[in-house]
């Protein structure tokens, strides 16, 4: 009997794109897998590591500062091994657990007033919600922005808004202004405040108060000046229109009571104006008044002239440049430059460090502005040498810029037509750029004006649907994404990031499963493990987590997970498919390989479900419409993981992202809720692999086990392509994955021989 051997000599080359009879070297989808240990086997990399970092809804975690600190985009921060930290001018969650950098409150300037030149002044609204909305880390100083103002940390993150760390620089000493120990507020009948006067205010100011042993009641305080206003109109009997000068009065009023979780923090209130007269402050106590004023500060200088003073005063510059206000101010350090985004411009600065103290000062020098094309969306800024690209988005075609960053001018322009950037990422010198192509998403590899495809899907959904047959081949991008060296990750909407991979110049790409409803939020890349961080859509929450690559000795606390090899044609020309054999390591007797199939008529469907156990699943509808036999129960006493139903009928009639997937009895009860459906696929169990039944050979490491194509057509009926997946399991906690490991044998037969 004629038979013919074909090869898969290398299981372990990551998610192939090419759907044809399966190249030799290539994995249709992996998940969870650790395609950096061997090119020639495939086990299950560790993830041992999942940490709740915080449960502030508001919070996201967009970076890290240095060591062990991240920050987050509502100004929430985090030492893995400390409780969490905060900077904020407005309302956080559990702040009592908090230590606090407080950024002060900003109150308006005066608006349509003139500019030296005769021009009208930039308005700033009377809003104290100037929450941080980008971050950029330089080596130990950390630059972040707010809606107004660029702001800057050096030397740690520290909590300088207690008051037993409260500021003693002599910018607070001015017109008699110290400190105030030992006074109680006492209710002054008659009067009931008390008033301080500033005459000699006519310029920028910050007022800053604190109290201590603030037990009960409540204080009011006031502060109110008087400015000068301009008009531009015409005058009575005038014929043109001039700036028309006249006075008005601001107030602002904040009420601080015992029970605030920033009580006794040190409160900050700043003007950003010149030309104010009759400055005061009042302050009026409840009559229950429990508390002690331990510290009140007036500084006269202008906070963005500040950064050296505010320095010394714990590694803080606030407001150290205004920008033009805006929700979001993307930030870049490319070399000692610091870019942020405004809009239709890019804004660049030099990162000046001092020469006599560098770890400790560094400013902000103000460079040539980047011009943006009207309405254009900033994506990423990466660096080529003396180089800088900029990639936007405008409409329906995306922008590829280049610019020396010295005039301003964008030297070169590349159009991407039909084309929108959805991440791009640079590991050193080339780009990962992923974009959305008409219905396609794509990954190319960019350096300069050149740029290679090597990826793209089948069709593109901007969402993961439970309800929808996936492609072999969809992976769903288009979120963050992150490189370094060889190493980028490329993350979904939704429940998946990717690692690509360049192991020995052959890039490798698997996918990570998350969780459910969680997304990615921040990487950081290393190259025996990756750690990265996820936020739950439905709880809020932000976690940390490690996976382990490279070792073959990890520890695992993720359990099971999967490859898919290529489709097998049965009939490839003139030969018939006749047996699979492949080899499978298990290090234990709690350790198993099973292996799944699926055929290209996808007469079955598999469930993946949670806390379903005493139902009968026997026989069920699908959306009251099509009728489905149990054939495979693998639930655990709990009532999870898989069942496997035979479809009588053509369940992809109704399944479109319109309508929800109802699992109900043959009388039409509800029997599975779709919240308890984590996944759905078209595969089968054929059998499982353990120490029991697994051929030993030789009793090496390269155990054999075959399985003959028939006994699948027994499962599965007849068809003609077949796709297998191998699906590895490992007890929690194990020190070592089991494997699978290459080649595979096609053994075929010749049709002469039927």
């Known amino acids: 009997m004629a038979k013919k051997v074909y090869t898969i000599s290398n299981i372990n080359w990551g998610i192939g794109s090419d759907k044809n009879f399966p190249q030799p070297w290539t994995v249709v989808d992996c ?113 972040f922005s707010t809606r107004s103002f660029l702001h800057i940390i050096s030397q740690g993150l520290s909590s300088e808004n207690k008051i037993n760390n409260r500021p003693q620089a002599d910018e607070y000493k001015w017109n008699g202004w110290q400190f105030i120990e030992g006074r109680w507020f006492k209710y002054i009948d008659g009067e009931g405040q008390l008033k301080r006067m500033f005459p000699e205010i006519t310029d920028s100011f910050q007022y800053e108060f604190a109290f201590q042993n603030f037990t009960k009641g409540a204080i009011e305080v006031n502060i109110s000046y008087n400015w000068k206003a301009y008009t531009w109109k015409k005058p009575s009997g005038w014929e043109k229109k001039e700036w028309v000068e006249s006075t008005k009065n601001y107030r602002i009023t904040k009420t601080y009571r015992a029970t605030d979780n920033d009580a006794e923090e ?275 929450k932000n976690y940390l987590h490690r996976v382990r690559l490279w070792r073959d000795r990890s520890i695992n606390r993720d359990t099971e997970w999967y490859v898919v090899i290529p489709p097998l044609l049965l009939n490839y020309n003139e030969w018939i498919l006749e047996e699979i054999w492949f080899w499978a390591y298990l290090p234990n007797d709690k350790s198993s390989v099973e292996l799944w199939a699926k055929s290209d008529e996808k007469e079955y469907i598999t469930l993946w479900v949670v806390g379903q156990k005493n139902k009968d699943f026997s026989r069920i509808k699908f959306n009251n419409q099509v009728e489905a036999e149990l054939i495979d129960d693998g639930l655990d006493n709990n009532g999870n993981w898989h069942l496997t139903f035979k479809i009588k009928g053509n369940l992809k009639k109704f399944t479109t992202p319109d309508t929800s997937l109802s699992i109900n009895t043959i009388t039409g009860k509800s029997l599975i809720k779709t919240s308890d459906i984590s996944a759905y696929d078209y595969f089968i169990k054929l059998e499982t692999i353990t120490r029991e039944n697994q051929k030993f050979g030789n009793k090496e490491i390269w155990y054999t086990h075959g399985i003959r194509v028939n006994k699948i057509n027994s499962l599965l009926w007849e068809f003609s392509k077949l796709s297998l997946k191998f699906i590895l399991k490992a007890q929690e906690w194990a020190t070592e994955s089991p494997k699978l490991y290459a080649p595979i044998y096609l053994i075929y037969r010749t049709k002469d021989d039927e």
Not at 60 to 75: A, C, L, R
Not at 475 to 489: A, H, Q, V, Y
């Open 266 to 540: 040190i409160h900050k209130i700043c003007c950003l104006w010149e030309g104010i007269t009759n400055m005061r402050v009042f302050m009026q106590p409840t009559k229950d008044f429990g508390g002690e004023l331990v510290y009140n500060a007036l500084s006269l200088t202008p906070l963005y002239e500040r950064s050296f003073n505010l320095q010394a005063r714990g590694g803080i510059a606030y407001n150290s440049h205004p920008i033009p206000k805006r929700g979001e101010h993307k930030l870049f350090i490319r070399g000692k430059m610091l870019m942020v985004w405004c809009g239709n411009i890019i804004k660049t600065f030099t990162i000046d460090k001092s020469q006599n103290f560098p770890d400790d000062w560094i400013m902000l020098v103000p460079w040539n502005d980047i011009l943006l094309g009207q309405w254009s969306n900033l994506v990423e800024i990466t660096q080529y040498w003396s180089w800088i690209a900029v990639y936007t988005n405008k409409w329906n075609d995306a922008y590829q810029s280049f610019s020396n960053g010295v005039d301003g001018e964008s030297e070169e322009s590349i159009i991407w037509k039909d084309t929108e950037f959805l991440s791009v990422s640079n590991n050193g010198y080339q780009d990962f750029v992923v974009a959305k192509i008409w219905d396609k998403y794509c990954l190319y590899i960019v350096s300069w004006g050149n740029k290679k495809l090597v990826y793209q899907s089948d069709y593109m959904q901007n969402y993961i649907s439970l309800y929808w047959p996936e492609s072999d081949y969809f992976l769903n991008f288009g979120g963050k994404s992150f490189s370094r060296e060889e190493r980028t990750i490329l993350s979904s909407s939704e429940w998946y990031w990717y690692l690509y991979d360049n192991i020995k110049w052959n890039y490798k790409l698997t996918k990570f499963f998350i969780g459910k409803k969680n997304i990615l939020t921040f990487a950081q890349l290393g190259w025996e493990e990756i750690r990265y961080f996820s936020k739950n859509n439905s709880d809020k």
């Open 31 to 143: 998940e969870n897998i650790d395609i950096s240990a061997d090119s020639n086997s495939i086990k299950i990399a560790g993830n041992d590591y999942r940490k709740t970092m915080n449960s502030n809804p508001k919070a996201e975690i967009i970076g890290s500062h240095y060591g062990n600190v991240f920050f987050t985009k509502n100004g929430d921060f985090f030492e893995e091994d400390n409780c969490p930290s905060s900077i904020i001018n407005t309302w956080v969650d559990n702040l009592s657990r908090y230590r606090t950098i407080k950024i002060p409150d900003l109150i308006p300037k005066r608006s349509d007033s003139p500019e030296v030149w005769g021009e009208g002044r930039y308005n700033q609204e009377p809003e104290v919600d100037d929450i941080i909305t980008w971050y950029a880390q330089y080596g130990q100083f950390l630059f």
